[in-house]
């Protein structure tokens, strides 16, 4: 009997240590909670070292675009010796430094928060990676539309009432309806310009006769059938002159 007892808290004992483990494993491993991802061009060259960086947004996972609904699009990210610094260069990443960071250079900031965090509890938390590409999608030319919305728009899709764009848009106009439907994904930014600021939106808040620019990065020989279902990178409210030449 008395063998029987102390087996059984032997057994308790291992019990609550492997659930112990399993806990602590849990709250070092950095897999807990949502992953945010936010894709933007460096503002100023962070250098050696950096506790931060700041970033101009152009995109991201849905729930880190939805964090920055109401937000500024440039936005600072907090480092710590824990953050991966990745470099790629020519399509192969090395382990770097913020040092090795330009001003200009095309980064994705991925963070670990709780779900449903502000964006400011998101940035108080020091990215688990910070990856420097240096320039964003150089081998897939810029169509760029201009044109009216009727109203809020979903499902995907921006109905657009194309006015102007550049070069490559135009050329692949000809002969089209004015009429034309843009596809947007999670990573998708939209943004509000208002006194030459840009606010992020979603695109719910879009308006009636609102002037928008839609930005899609496509292969150069694309349609426009096949450059409609390229998700657009970027989508602008009321931005400033943009350049129909670009």
Known sequence: MKLRVILAFAAAVACLAAVGGAAAAGRGGGHRGQLYVFNGTVLTAPGAGAGSVSVQVEGGNHAALKALIGAPQSQVFKLDPSTRVMIWSHGVPHAGNTSEIQQ????????????GSSLQQIESSAASRLADHAAPGAARPLWLFIGDVAGPQSGGRI????????????????????????????????????????TVIGPSQLRAGDRITVRIRAPRNSTLAQVEATPAAHVGDHEPAPKAEE
């Open 104 to 115: 200009g250079d095309w980064v994705t900031v991925a963070i670990r928060a709780p779900h």
């Open 159 to 198: 109905a657009l009432h194309v006015a102007s764009g550049n070069w490559k848009a135009l050329h692949a106009m000809l002969g089209q309806p004015l009429d034309q439907s843009f596809a947007y994904d999670d990573g998708t930014i939209f943004l509000l310009w208002q006194g030459g600021v840009p």
